[in-house]
T-cell receptor
Framework: DTEVTQTPKHLVMGMTNKKSLKCEQHMGHRAMYWYKQKAKKPPELMFVYSYEKLSINESVPSRFSPECPNSSLLNLHLHALQPEDSALYLC???????????????FGPGTRLTVL | RKEVEQDPGPFNVPEGATVAFNCTYSNSASQSFFWYRQDCRKEPKLLMSVYSSGNEDGRFTAQLNRASQYISLLIRDSKLSDSATYLCVVNRDRTNAGKSTFGDGTTLTVKP
């Protein structure tokens, strides 16, 4: 089973709203990722959690706040977003290790976010 | 210079054609290499990992040349369903969850 699930599939929010994106995986992976993808561009890494600790923050604005409550769950809390934050937000997971077999990333279907 | 560069494309080919994509990477410390495909408005899906010895999966063959720092993907007997964007992905740090660097993607359209 290589499934990563994300909710909601679509989200429309105003600039003053607070919302959260959720990601879940049951593959026993200990690394989880948030990416942002704009149309016709590759995914851009936002955050990496490794063994439930934040290991990489790619200078993401503080209006995005990640949280990893346990090894299966990853949240992205959103507050005071701007219209330019509208994008597809992808979650991925992998098993940190020492071979291509283990650090392959599996992506969820994404949340399509529109900020009005 | 970008860390990972792909053929810009787009590639428009007839069904049954053979098409090859190339990708170069600049960091010689890179450890693992992948090809993903991404359909319009969907998530990237792993197509193949790429090994130094080369690997084949049906109509798809991937090659890695560490000396020249490039990877390639060959698709034989193209199908309409192969139409997608193909992303080259390079990982630097294998011991922990490290950064993956994505190429900009190459768009393939297979026409009847």
């Amino acid at each position: 089973d290589t499934e990563v699930t994300q909710t909601p599939k679509h989200l429309v929010m105003g600039m003053t709203n607070k919302k959260s994106l959720k990601c879940e995986q049951h593959m026993g992976h200990r690394a989880m990722y948030w990416y942002k993808q704009k149309a016709k561009k590759p995914p851009e890494l936002m955050f990496v959690y490794s063994y439930e600790k934040l290991s990489i923050n790619e200078s993401v604005p503080s209006r995005f706040s990640p949280e990893c409550p346990n090894s299966s769950l990853l949240n992205l809390h959103l507050h005071a977003l701007q219209p330019e934050d509208s994008a597809l937000y992808l979650c991925a997971s992998s098993q940190p290790g020492t071979s291509s077999l283990t650090d392959t990333q599996y992506f969820g279907p994404g949340t399509r976010l529109t900020v009005l | 210079r970008k860390e990972v560069e792909q053929d810009p494309g787009p590639f428009n080919v007839p069904e049954g054609a053979t098409v090859a994509f190339n990708c170069t990477y600049s960091n010689s410390a890179s450890q693992s290499f992948f090809w993903y495909r991404q359909d319009c408005r969907k998530e990237p899906k792993l197509l193949m990992s790429v090994y130094s010895s080369g690997n084949e999966d049906g109509r798809f063959t991937a090659q890695l040349n560490r000396a020249s720092q490039y990877i390639s993907l060959l698709i034989r007997d193209s199908k309409l369903s192969d139409s997608a964007t193909y992303l080259c992905v390079v990982n630097r740090d294998r011991t922990n969850a490290g950064k993956s660097t994505f190429g900009d993607g190459t768009t393939l359209t297979v026409k009847p």
